[in-house]
């Protein structure tokens, strides 16, 4: 057999896979719809400085979770990376830490120290993540614009 007048098996497998592997990029997006979103997070009448949203997808709604950040109380995510069409259950969390570890004893004394005696740390209470009960329906033609309003019940509202 002359190597110059006959393809190698392994040359055409290889270009044959590429082949394959080209024709299938470009194609139609794959996946479950989704669909922009945006809105906006208060938390005791004032906007959620730093957090995140996520919309879990529930009941007949299959796929991925979304996670969004939250700054300033809005939120907003394009079609591309928005939450999938259908209903999701919302957990919403503060990534506000008050600038210290909430363990920071000393941070603590020296902030009394120097006459900040009571901090309020932006906590978003386990009813609206952990056991939230917060639902969105997203609607692939909607403007989808969302808003929650959530209250801190007293006996969760801490100080420092």
Partial sequence: MNSNTTTPIWWTGLLGS??????????????????????TVRLDGKPLGEGVIRFVPTRETKGPKTTLPIRDGHFEAPAWAGPL????????????DGGFAL???????????????????????????????????????????????LVTPLRHRRTR
């Avoid at 590429?18 to 809105?39: F, H, I, S, W, Y």
């Avoid at 069409?85 to 506000?96: A, C, K």
């Avoid at 005696?117 to 609206?128: S, W």
Wanted: hydrophobic share 30%; net charge negative; aromatic share 4%.
């Fill in 18 to 39: 590429l082949l394959m592997g080209v024709a299938g990029c470009g194609g139609d997006n794959e996946g479950p719809p989704r669909a922009t979103a945006q809105g």
């Fill in 85 to 96: 069409v259908g209903q999701h259950r919302v957990e919403i969390e503060s990534t506000d």
């Fill in 103 to 149: 363990d920071d004893e000393q941070a603590i004394v020296q902030l009394r120290k120097y006459g900040h005696g009571v901090m309020d740390t932006v906590i978003v209470p386990e009813i609206y993540n952990e056991r939230t009960r917060l639902t969105a329906e997203i609607v692939e033609d909607g403007p989808n614009e969302i808003e929650f309003t």
